[in-house]
């Protein structure tokens, strides 16, 4: 019982709602479609998204993701949000499926380990749309004042907001706080790049696993792929704590595939209910 104690804590539904609740509903949103995100149409999931004004949408829903940029004016903050895997699209999935593993471009992780290397269809994902999400992450600070940015995603938008977090810690001026919140997280990369998230964003970073989820367990461990630090697991009866550690065995890491629950996946995260299925209009 004491070492449960000092694995796993228990968040208070205050910290959940202040630091998690709000990024669920932004991914939400970036299962809408471009059109509707950009005129902010899209019923419940922009209407939850409070007083934002959209800078950028993106991605064709089939090789790269949909993503959006907004300026949440009353947090002043810049958001940067990703959509995850479209089970109905198989160059979506593909990308989940493509296990080898890449080293990191130097020019946008100076910092990165030689030793650490990524999922490779992640990081080609990712790759196809870090420059337009830092010069307009970059401009956003600029033109509306913004003085904090906050990165979203779910599933392979997850991993995609994941390397956008680390990206941006990188080539943003130091005082700008960046903070990197994802959901349904899949293993991204090596121990090396485990170790050098946790190194990079630190207490910035959270990536919330919902009770049976298959997602965050795979790809295997055995193929030589870890999890970082900073989960938060929801467990069954909505309970939700947090994990020390990497590959907390208590979390999702201690769950069997054999009792895996897609539905869990898609939500609902919270009273935000994540879906691949969004009524968007």
Not at 8 to 34: E, F, G, I, M
Not at 64 to 71: C, V
Not at 183 to 195: D, I, K, Q, T, V
Not at 244 to 272: M, V, W
Request: charged residues 15%; proline residues 5%; contains cysteine.
């Amino acid at each position: 019982m004491i070492l449960l104690v000092c694995i796993l804590t228990s968040l208070a539904v205050l910290s959940v709602h202040a630091h998690l609740l709000k990024p669920a509903c932004y991914v939400r949103a970036a299962y809408c479609s471009s059109s509707s995100v950009q005129s902010l149409t899209c019923r419940e999931p922009c209407t939850s998204l409070g007083d934002v004004e959209i800078l950028l949408t993106g991605g064709d829903d089939v090789e790269t993701p949909r993503f959006y940029i907004a300026h949440n004016r009353s947090a002043n903050s810049i958001v940067v949000s990703h959509q995850g895997t479209n089970s109905h699209n198989i160059l979506s999935i593909l990308n989940d499926l493509e296990l080898l593993r890449n080293p990191l471009n130097s020019t946008l992780f100076p910092k990165a380990p030689t030793e650490a290397s990524l999922h490779a269809g992640f990081y080609e994902t990712f790759d196809r749309t870090a420059q337009s999400v830092l010069s307009t992450v970059s401009a956003g600070l600029k033109s509306k004042g913004a003085d904090n940015v906050l990165i979203v995603g779910h599933s392979l938008g997850a991993a995609i907001a994941v390397l956008d977090g680390m990206m941006l810690k990188t080539m943003l001026p130091a005082n700008v706080p960046v903070q990197t919140r994802v959901f349904g997280l899949p293993r991204m990369g090596n121990s090396e790049w485990a170790s050098f998230v946790d190194d990079t964003i630190s207490d910035a970073f959270t990536f919330v696993t919902n009770n049976q989820d298959p997602v965050p367990q795979v790809p295997p461990t055995i193929l030589g792929f870890k999890h970082p630090s900073h989960e938060v697991h929801i467990q069954s009866g909505n309970v939700t704590v947090s994990c020390n550690g990497q590959e907390n065995t208590h979390c999702s890491a201690g769950n069997s595939l054999l009792d895996s629950l897609i539905a869990d996946h898609r939500g609902p995260y919270f009273k935000a209910a994540i879906s691949l299925v969004c009524d968007c209009g």
